[in-house]
Nanobody, 114 residues
Framework: VQLQASGGGLVQTGGSLRLACVAS????????LGWYRQTPGKQRELVAV???????NYADSAKGRFTVSRDNAKNTVSLQMDSLKPEDTAVYYC?????????WGQGTLVTVSS
């Protein structure tokens, strides 16, 4: 499975960004798609996940500000990020978690300026 992420960039505090990730290859249902993020010197942390049946879960830091969605027909997952804060600055990674396998996409950098 290959994952291609896009949509990162520079935004001011309070602004919005939308990340997108396209999965291709041997994709089987059910599966979980989602996003992690990582800042230098810290472990990668889970941001949001969504199942094939469209059940979503969020890290506490993302609740109320971020919305994860997916299109099962297109094998895409998106992350709408609103009310961004400087502490949201990180490299964001999408992932695919199948029944027997797990894949990362390449990261996309999100920078929130204060």
């Amino acid at each position: 499975v290959q994952l291609q992420a896009s949509g990162g960039g520079l935004v001011q505090t309070g602004g919005s960004l939308r990340l997108a990730c396209v999965a291709s290859g041997n994709i089987f249902s059910p599966n979980i798609l989602g996003w992690y993020r990582q800042t230098p010197g810290k472990q990668r942390e889970l941001v949001a996940v969504i199942t094939t049946s469209l059940v979503a879960n969020y890290a506490d830091s993302a609740k109320g500000r971020f919305t994860v969605s997916r299109d099962n027909a297109k094998n895409t997952v998106s992350l709408q990020m609103d009310s961004l804060k400087p502490e949201d600055t990180a490299v964001y990674y999408c992932f695919y978690n199948g029944r027997f396998d797990f894949y990362w996409g390449q990261g996309t950098l999100v920078t929130v300026s204060s």
